[in-house]
């Protein structure tokens, strides 16, 4: 591909990611539409399906990548153990045991064959980094419903895309098993190293660069997601697992700043994630997605509310039933329905499922499909709960 015409691709594809905000901000009056929904609809919009101003390719699919490793990156980073520990981490854990053990079994009576165990890692599946801004927006991450909320989606997020990388990975790394269990278990690690004592030598250099072009703690955040996902690629894995882990060791790590100092970070990472790298993965994944595939089969239309519903059922009903006892109301319902949300793993797992044909390319259309519906549909019902509960909102009006 020529470069001109890659350059002209890639600042239409900024333009979109650009304008998915501003659309947001006008459609508010008569509709509250998640960005990343926005951002999608537009890839599609100037993907080859329908405008044609952006083609597939591989330069821009390893920025659809970087931000995808963004995505699950700054979804570990926002992940405080030390918050979620205890009833809601444990609750979280047993959901999601159930919803995969109710995926498994609904699948195998439905004769889903070889695509079992891959179809039910996506069903079972939440998108933390997708919907972790919109929680945070609302004001629902610093209320009651919040630690549960961020129990589920670390569990929900970190489960599946461990289960693809030990089940469907591609790499010939001898102890390759051994190597992502040991990944897997950094993320673990991590977690428990968050109730060690803060380090005043560890305060004291971060905080000293964080005004000066120095920038250690974003460098080093950069740094150590490079080096994780280059090491989960070399061993054949997702790139999402190395990601993930690299947020929770950066979560650990930085808590030694002051609570000032750590939203400073907080805040630039962000700026780098959702302000320029993280968009291109929604906006691409537009560009990318087969529409014409799934226009074109009846039966993967059809399919649309049935996974939908699956979402709805192994992922938010389990959630509801679990809070039990924790929640009560609008909070339980608002925390089901975010579980319930879907995309990044359901991406990966379709797409992973239908190279290796497992199932069909319109079933996997089907599958985006679902979830970018669940991305539209879910959180504005978790928000319309929360709106039933204020107790559930600490911060602004949803």
């Known amino acids: ?29 008569w509709v ?24 597939t390719g591989p330069l821009l699919e390893v920025v659809s990548q970087l931000g995808l490793a963004m995505l699950f990156f700054l979804a570990g980073y926002e992940v405080d153990f030390r918050a979620v520990r205890g009833r809601p981490i444990v609750a979280a854990s047993l959901g999601w045991v159930v919803s995969f053990g109710l995926a498994l079994l609904g699948l195998w009576l439905v004769g889903a064959g070889a695509a079992v165990l891959i179809v039910a890692i996506g069903l079972c599946s939440t998108a933390l980094g997708t919907i972790l ?28 895309i461990a289960l693809l990388a030990l089940c ?28 060690l004592a803060r380090s005043a030598r560890v305060s004291r250099l971060l905080s000293a660069t964080l005004g000066t072009s120095a920038q250690l ?29 690299a947020g929770v060791c950066m979560q650990v790590l930085l808590s030694a700043l002051d609570e000032r100092e750590e939203v400073l970070v907080r805040s630039k990472l962000d700026g780098i994630g959702f302000g320029a790298v993280v968009p291109v993965f929604f906006v691409y994944t537009g560009v990318a997605f087969d529409l014409d595939e799934l226009l074109g089969s009846p039966v993967a239309l059809a399919l649309i509310p049935v996974f939908l519903v699956a979402f709805a059922l192994v ?50 259309a089907a599958m985006v499909g679902a979830a970018m519906v669940s991305v539209l549909v879910f959180p504005l019902v978790g928000l319309k709960w929360a709106r039933r509960d204020t107790a559930a909102v600490a911060a602004g009006p949803i």
């Open 1 to 29: 591909m020529e470069w001109d015409g890659l350059s002209v691709q890639v600042v239409v594809l900024a333009m979109a990611a650009v304008a998915a905000p501003l659309l947001v901000d006008r459609l508010e009056r």
């Open 32 to 55: 509250r539409l998640p960005g990343v929904v926005v951002e999608i609809v537009l890839g599609v919009v100037i993907g080859p399906q329908v405008l044609g101003l952006v083609a």
């Open 133 to 160: 801004p919109i929680a945070r927006d609302s004001g629902l991450l610093a209320g009651p419903v919040g630690p549960h909320l961020m129990a589920v989606g670390a569990v929900g997020e970190f489960a599946p």
């Open 168 to 195: 469907f990975s591609e790499g010939a790394h001898s102890g390759r098993t051994t190597l992502v269990i040991a990944l897997a278990g950094l993320a673990v690690g991590a977690a428990a190293l968050g109730s």
């Open 217 to 245: 703690a974003v460098r080093l955040s950069v740094l150590v997601l490079l080096a994780a996902v280059l090491l989960a690629a070399e061993i054949g894995v997702d790139i999402a697992l190395g990601a993930f882990a």
């Open 315 to 364: 992922r938010g009903v389990v959630t509801w039933v679990g809070a039990r006892g924790a929640l009560v109301g609008g909070e339980r319902g608002a925390l089901g329905a975010f579980a319930a949300t879907q995309l990044p793993i359901v991406v990966i797992a379709s797409s992973t499922a239908a190279e290796r044909g497992l199932v069909d390319e319109a079933v996997a």
